[in-house]
């Protein structure tokens, strides 16, 4: 019965029948996409991942005659693996984003919360200013907190002398989270305007009705601003672990400051110095890979948690 009244359906006059052909112009609109996708992300990928696989085989007495080109398999990646200052380097961002992560979240959610509250007038003036720091280059703001960290220069160090404090802020110990308030500076005003962006989203009759029964702000934040703002909490989030994960500019605009912050001492920063210092690009597209497989695994790690942790809220 089904079948006939499909039949039906389809051989009904006047219902224009359904093109099994996508639309062209659909794809029209998606090739600059596609084209630039493909242009900007695959190919040099695939292009990293084709020269990790190879190596120079020099010739002749000692190495000394003609360099070629030969295959080398998985040796550049087992070089890699086999530097400790290659590992320590991840173990340092990831330090780095178990601490700076969950504090620029914090922040860039409470500047949030809070501009929503304020009025038209003074919340455009306030985000404006927290979002301005956000335009300044990752080099000049490295330059100009540089200025701020080296003694005898920075305004800051001279004030805490006279009250008998001498903070070294770019000491061994210190230097990494000197870097972390780099970028809490930077980027804490533009997770704040993508969260502010989803809480303007939120429907005004929940506000309504949270105060009709009684809900006063700080039960309408963790009980409907929050929640509904999750999907902007999780963008940022991973926004977050991937920039730590290339955290680059502020490491090598800080190392001429302090012995700290080595050649090695950020994934990225190890990968620029064995391209362009030790003449290694093969070795160099190799650390770039494994640095894009670890970026990989923990943003798609992320999202499946929190997808899973949706998943049994939802039950």
Same mark, same amino acid.
């Given at each position: ?47 990293? /991942? ?30 890699? $693996? ?20 969950? /504090?620029? @979240? ?33 080099? =000049?703001?490295?330059? @100009?907190?540089?200025?701020?960290? /080296? ?7 001279? $004030? ?18 000197? =870097?972390?308030? =780099?970028v809490i500076w ?7 305007? /993508?969260?502010?962006?989803? $809480? ?5 009759? @929940? ?20 929640? $509904? ?8 989030g991973v926004f ?13 605009? =800080? ?61």
């Open positions: 019965m089904s079948t006939t009244i499909s039949r039906t359906r389809k051989s009904a006059p006047g219902v224009p029948r359904r093109s099994a052909r996508p639309d062209r112009a659909a794809w029209g609109f998606l090739f600059p996409f596609v084209a630039l996708f493909l242009f900007t992300f695959v190919l040099p990928l695939g292009y990293a /991942v084709y020269q990790s696989l190879l190596t120079p085989v020099r010739s002749g007495p000692l190495g000394l005659g003609r360099a070629t080109i030969g295959f080398a398999g998985l040796d550049n990646y087992g070089l890699a $693996l086999q530097q400790s200052a290659f590992l320590e380097s991840f173990a340092r961002v990831l330090l780095f984003g178990v601490v700076q992560i969950p /504090v620029m @979240l914090l922040l860039s959610t409470a500047l949030a919360l809070a501009l929503d509250t304020l009025s038209h007038r003074w919340a455009g003036i306030l985000r404006a200013a927290y979002f301005l720091p956000y335009g300044v280059p990752g080099v =000049i703001a490295s330059i @100009l907190w540089g200025f701020l960290y /080296v003694p005898g220069v920075s305004p800051i160090t001279d $004030l805490l002398g006279r009250v008998g404090l001498a903070p070294d802020f770019l000491g061994y110990d210190t230097a990494l989270w000197s =870097i972390a308030n =780099i930077e980027f804490a005003g533009y997770n704040m305007l /993508v969260i502010v962006a989803q $809480l303007k989203a939120i429907p005004q009759e @929940l506000y309504e009705a949270a105060r009709i029964d009684g809900a006063g702000a700080w039960q309408t934040a963790m009980r409907i601003k929050l929640p $509904l703002a999750r999907p902007a909490l999780v963008l940022t977050s672990i991937i920039g730590t994960l290339q955290l680059f500019a502020e490491p090598l605009v =800080i190392k001429p400051l302090t012995p700290a912050v080595t050649n090695s001492y950020t994934p990225n920063l190890s990968a620029y110095n064995e391209a362009f210092a030790n003449n290694n690009i093969y070795l160099a597209a190799a650390e770039s890979v494994l640095l894009a497989l670890v970026a990989s695994v923990l943003s798609f790690g992320f999202l499946s948690l929190v997808s899973r942790k949706e998943r049994r809220d939802a039950r």
